[in-house]
């Protein structure tokens, strides 16, 4: 399924996202699991919040990270997010 | 400075998953129960509101992520929205397992804006209630309801069920059931042979053709229903040659905290002999998890025996699970005979061979059956001392 990269992204409601010391990085919680979001994914997942676009999500990297072409990168990952059923556009 | 050649600290790491058996208090007297045979004792014992708490919040410092909170049937205690509120906070993944037996309104409406993750609904089913979810309409007005506001509250709706021999034929009229009511991710789990379970093995373990058909008439259903709903199907560990790895190893990532404050690697293992279990009224979870020697126990792999342990596959099953291996030969430390390595998997191949003889009518069966109630605890735990 392919990402609406205009529309606001949501976290799909059985997750939780948040930091945790213990695994030194951010987190997706869901019922009886949890999925490691090590360096740029957790910088990337950061950004979902129900409000930003696939396409604002990048642009506010770009502005973070100047100089860096993470568009194709950041597009692949919500992909697969998306696929994945963690997060969907609406 | 650390010295040459020295051991680093091999400080375990602490749980991810604690399952908080809130009570043992239950209105369902199923015949598979897991809860300890003895429960009873706990009654009088329950830890308190503030007790659970902060086993919580040791927990959680210790990097510990899910929590389950169970039974018996939690809600039977007054406080679960509090449990639920407070350990989301701290930061926990809130799991309710639930007969839904209790679940009004006024409480699921708390849970959500206490910020609980999912309700996981279990099927009661004793053969007696069985008959009545399966020929009359109470139960499932009761689980229609309950459904219904699982959906209204946007939860998913996630359904346990326990298969054994006197309902697993009924495997159509249990998913037509499910998809009625709605069930996203359903769970048909045959039940595992421990506490209640074991003492009525031999009128839950199916025989292989009536596996057979279940999983072939779950299948057809899984493709017929498509992505609407998640579908497992478990067949009782007796019919593996591998043992399960249970609970991913002892101590590894799962800590069981009892109604009266045991702290366990299981929910079985209670009645594991020669070992002292901490309770969190003593301790905090720290101690107990690093450094209590119950927890180290069967840790690791410098406990077994052979053929575990010069086994190549010792780290991926952890020599199956110990109190299999003491329920049914009498030493924690052997190979669980589910392995068909283990010299004694005749055990298991005997009582599997057993399952495969004719049925007696469900009538003659009934009255064989060992009902999980207080009463029988009562007696259980009175013979235990004699």
Redesign the interface.
């Given at each position: 399924m392919t990402l609406d990269v205009t529309k606001p992204i949501v976290l799909e409601?059985?997750f939780?996202f948040?930091f945790?010391?213990?695994?030194d990085c951010y987190?997706l919680?869901?019922?009886?699991?949890?999925i490691k979001l090590p360096g740029s994914s957790g910088e990337i997942m950061k950004l979902v919040d129900g409000k930003l676009s696939a396409n604002e999500i990048i642009s506010q990297l770009e502005t973070t990270f100047p100089g860096v072409d993470l568009k194709q990168d950041v597009l692949d990952f919500l992909e697969n997010a998306n696929d994945k059923g963690w997060i969907r556009a609406e | 400075m650390t010295k040459v050649g020295s051991e680093p600290s091999k400080k375990p790491k602490?749980p991810?998953?604690v399952n908080a058996e809130i009570t043992y208090k239950c209105p369902l007297h199923c015949v598979f129960c897991y809860n300890p045979m003895d429960y009873a004792s706990t009654l009088k014992s329950e830890l308190s509101t503030a007790d659970w708490l902060k086993v919580f919040k040791e927990a959680r410092e210790?990097?510990a992520?899910?929590l389950g909170i169970s039974g018996g049937e939690p809600l039977m205690r007054d406080d679960v929205e509090e449990m639920v509120a407070e350990s989301s906070a701290m930061?926990y993944?809130v799991?309710l397992l639930t007969s839904g037996i209790g679940l009004t309104e006024e409480r699921i409406s708390a849970f959500k804006s206490g910020g609980l993750?999912?309700i996981?609904l279990s099927f009661q089913d004793s053969t007696k209630e069985l008959n009545d979810f399966l020929s009359s309409t109470k139960t499932f007005d009761l689980k229609s309801k309950v459904a219904k506001l699982i959906k209204q509250y946007?939860?998913?709706m996630?359904l346990n069920v326990v298969l054994h021999r006197l309902n697993i034929d009924h495997i159509d009229q249990i998913l037509e059931m499910a998809e009625a009511m709605g069930a996203e991710h359903v769970e048909l789990a045959n039940s595992q042979y421990y506490a209640w379970a074991l003492k009525n093995r031999e009128h839950l373990m199916p025989s292989r053709e009536q596996l057979r058909i279940a999983e072939e008439k779950t299948n057809k259903f899984r493709e017929k229903i498509g992505n609407k709903m998640k579908l497992y199907f478990v067949v009782p560990d007796y019919y593996a040659d591998r043992p399960k790895a249970c609970m991913n190893g002892w101590g590894s990532v799962f800590l069981n905290v009892a109604p009266d404050g045991l702290a366990l690697p299981c929910h079985e293992a209670r009645m594991l002999p020669g070992l002292t279990f901490p309770n969190v009224r003593e301790h905090d979870v720290s101690w107990i998890w690093n450094d209590s020697p119950a927890f180290q126990a069967y840790r690791g792999d410098s406990w077994m025996q052979e053929p575990c342990k010069s086994c190549d596959e010792r780290e991926k099953d952890f020599g199956g699970c110990r109190c299999q291996a003491y329920q049914l030969t009498g030493d924690a430390t052997k190979t669980d005979p589910v392995c068909s390595k283990s010299p004694d998997h005749h055990l298991i191949t005997e009582q599997v061979a057993k399952a495969q003889l004719p049925q007696p009518p469900a009538s003659e069966v009934k009255p064989l059956i060992f009902y999980r109630d207080d009463k029988n605890s009562k007696q259980f735990a009175s013979e235990m001392q004699d």
């Amino acid at each position: 399924m392919t990402l609406d990269v205009t529309k606001p992204i949501v976290l799909e409601r059985q997750f939780r996202f948040q930091f945790e010391p213990a695994q030194d990085c951010y987190v997706l919680l869901y019922p009886e699991g949890l999925i490691k979001l090590p360096g740029s994914s957790g910088e990337i997942m950061k950004l979902v919040d129900g409000k930003l676009s696939a396409n604002e999500i990048i642009s506010q990297l770009e502005t973070t990270f100047p100089g860096v072409d993470l568009k194709q990168d950041v597009l692949d990952f919500l992909e697969n997010a998306n696929d994945k059923g963690w997060i969907r556009a609406e | 400075m650390t010295k040459v050649g020295s051991e680093p600290s091999k400080k375990p790491k602490g749980p991810m998953w604690v399952n908080a058996e809130i009570t043992y208090k239950c209105p369902l007297h199923c015949v598979f129960c897991y809860n300890p045979m003895d429960y009873a004792s706990t009654l009088k014992s329950e830890l308190s509101t503030a007790d659970w708490l902060k086993v919580f919040k040791e927990a959680r410092e210790l990097g510990a992520v899910q929590l389950g909170i169970s039974g018996g049937e939690p809600l039977m205690r007054d406080d679960v929205e509090e449990m639920v509120a407070e350990s989301s906070a701290m930061g926990y993944y809130v799991n309710l397992l639930t007969s839904g037996i209790g679940l009004t309104e006024e409480r699921i409406s708390a849970f959500k804006s206490g910020g609980l993750g999912q309700i996981q609904l279990s099927f009661q089913d004793s053969t007696k209630e069985l008959n009545d979810f399966l020929s009359s309409t109470k139960t499932f007005d009761l689980k229609s309801k309950v459904a219904k506001l699982i959906k209204q509250y946007d939860y998913p709706m996630v359904l346990n069920v326990v298969l054994h021999r006197l309902n697993i034929d009924h495997i159509d009229q249990i998913l037509e059931m499910a998809e009625a009511m709605g069930a996203e991710h359903v769970e048909l789990a045959n039940s595992q042979y421990y506490a209640w379970a074991l003492k009525n093995r031999e009128h839950l373990m199916p025989s292989r053709e009536q596996l057979r058909i279940a999983e072939e008439k779950t299948n057809k259903f899984r493709e017929k229903i498509g992505n609407k709903m998640k579908l497992y199907f478990v067949v009782p560990d007796y019919y593996a040659d591998r043992p399960k790895a249970c609970m991913n190893g002892w101590g590894s990532v799962f800590l069981n905290v009892a109604p009266d404050g045991l702290a366990l690697p299981c929910h079985e293992a209670r009645m594991l002999p020669g070992l002292t279990f901490p309770n969190v009224r003593e301790h905090d979870v720290s101690w107990i998890w690093n450094d209590s020697p119950a927890f180290q126990a069967y840790r690791g792999d410098s406990w077994m025996q052979e053929p575990c342990k010069s086994c190549d596959e010792r780290e991926k099953d952890f020599g199956g699970c110990r109190c299999q291996a003491y329920q049914l030969t009498g030493d924690a430390t052997k190979t669980d005979p589910v392995c068909s390595k283990s010299p004694d998997h005749h055990l298991i191949t005997e009582q599997v061979a057993k399952a495969q003889l004719p049925q007696p009518p469900a009538s003659e069966v009934k009255p064989l059956i060992f009902y999980r109630d207080d009463k029988n605890s009562k007696q259980f735990a009175s013979e235990m001392q004699d």
